[in-house]
């Protein structure tokens, strides 16, 4: 699978588009065209069904992306969210001193030009974005963009207790955007400047067995997750971290991986924190972070096992993964759930009022229930082509014969197969096929 295949898809059918185009674009930004605003909102809205609404120990948040800079400094990011950066002593251009390949390539580049293939010894880079926040220029307080969604759940730890009287094993669950200076954003939207996280922090007993418990069910969690919006098998694995590459935060740490077409990449992230958020933040805001157990008077600081997964990146393999060729057909087979339309409707001929009017009826009806697409351009090749690359798993025409028996072609995406269904079983048909 090439990348330049699904980067032109995206563009071509309004998934996603370089950020600020117009202006040359902004490295490391990406905006979401009208599907990839339906793919990814589909995307959030399951994980949410699945963390928050079909469970009983696990609440949501929505916290503020800016905090008081103190949260950033108690959590460990200003001294130690950095990665290695080195930079060619011939064009400036940064690397991060890990990405091996990469420096080797450019090395290659200068070597070829018979220039000097130079680097800088690794610094320390810290990848918060800062941001300045007040009225008076000059007196502005700096503060930071969120590095990772997580810290806002944290210091809301003792809010939702009180709020909700939620009893330890626990989760906070939220959705947001984060943002990252990354030295060397790249693979399209797979490292990004600016994306958007979602996360459970899972609070447990602070006991090494409760640990290892509650790390290896997130772990199955997850992965069945992603095997349920039929993402291919083969294409996933797990990756414990070594000591070395494990975050400030971390005891534990393992990815589940995805194997990209540029090699096997990280795709989300199950991690054993220990009590190392509440037990800074209590240090840093004097504030009391422990939990208390009123059924013992057993008071602690628990263990946070969290899971931390891109939506942007999630979305990027979902469509790599639905990406199939098949002779001259383009699709993507992906989960009816998160496709971003669910059915499109179609007059058979557009400049014949009797089948636009039927088709405009069936398309309203269906409409109010899940999201459609009507379409009316082109001939009938050409909209199945359309809609085979947005993904829709169904298409529905309107053709003579339904003025007569009211009854529609539906085609299925993946088959091509077409049925004939009656108008008045049509609602039912896709609901059953949505459940
Ligand atoms: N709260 C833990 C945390 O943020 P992480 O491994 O740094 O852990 C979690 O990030 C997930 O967020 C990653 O597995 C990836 O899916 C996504 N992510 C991280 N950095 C990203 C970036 N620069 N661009 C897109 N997604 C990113």
Redesign the pocket.
């Known amino acids: 699978m090439e990348m330049e295949k699904i980067v032109a898809l995206c563009k071509r059918r309004g998934f996603i588009f370089p950020g600020s185009e117009i202006y040359g674009g902004l490295g ?1 930004t990406w905006d979401y065209g009208p599907l990839g605003v339906l793919l990814k909102k589909n995307l959030k809205d399951l994980w949410w069904k699945e963390m928050v609404q079909l469970r009983d120990d696990v609440v949501g948040v929505d916290a503020a992306i800016m905090m008081n800079p103190k949260a950033w400094v108690a959590s460990g990011h200003v001294e130690a969210f950095t990665d290695p950066l080195v930079e060619c002593k011939t064009c400036n251009q940064r690397f991060r001193a890990d990405k091996i390949e990469e420096i080797e390539d450019h090395k290659k580049k200068h070597i070829e030009k018979k220039e000097k293939a130079e680097f800088t010894e690794p610094q320390k880079f810290n990848l918060l974005v800062k941001a300045y926040l007040g009225v008076i220029e000059g007196k502005q307080s700096e503060l930071y963009l969120r ?4 810290n806002g759940v944290h210091v809301n730890f003792k809010n939702v207790i009180d709020s909700t009287r939620i009893k330890i094993p626990f989760g906070i669950a939220q959705i947001g955007k ?1 943002f ?1 200076n ?1 030295i060397t ?1 790249g693979n399209f ?5 600016e ?3 979602m ?1 459970v922090q899972f609070y447990i007993k602070p006991v090494p067995e409760e640990g290892k418990k509650w790390f290896e069910y997130w772990k199955k969690n997850r992965m069945d997750w992603y095997l349920s919006l039929d993402m291919n098998k083969e294409n996933l694995r797990f990756r414990d971290h070594t000591d070395r590459e494990r ?1 400030h ?1 971390a005891k534990a ?1 393992t ?2 991986e995805y194997n990209a077409p540029w090699g096997w990449s ?4 199950i ?1 054993n ?1 220990s009590d190392w958020d509440l037990r800074r933040h209590q240090e840093y805001s004097g504030k009391n972070m422990k939990y208390k157990d009123l059924m013992t008077n057993e008071e602690y600081l628990p263990w946070d096992i ?1 899971t ?7 979305t990027l393999f979902l469509l790599i993964d639905s990406y199939h060729e098949e002779g001259d057909r383009i699709f993507l087979k992906l989960h009816p759930k998160i496709a971003p339309y669910k059915v499109a409707v179609f007059p058979l001929l557009a400049n014949k009022p009797e089948l636009v009017t039927k088709a405009r009826s069936i398309y309203e009806n269906l409409r109010s229930k899940f999201m459609t697409a009507w379409d009316a351009r082109g001939n009938i090749g050409k909209r199945y082509f359309a809609q085979d690359e947005a993904g829709t798993p169904w298409c529905v025409t309107v053709d003579f014969t339904t003025l007569e028996d009211d009854a529609v072609t539906v085609r299925d995406r993946d088959t091509a197969k077409q049925e004939r269904i009656s108008v008045k079983d049509l609602e039912n048909y896709f609901r059953v096929k949505l459940e």
Do not use: N
Request: proline share 3%.
């Open positions: 490391g590095g990772e969604i997580t984060a990252r990354e954003p939207t797979f490292r990004s400047r994306f958007e996280q996360e975050a935060y740490a990815d589940i990280e795709f989300m992230g991690h924190r969290e931390s997964a891109g939506v942007d990146r999630s």
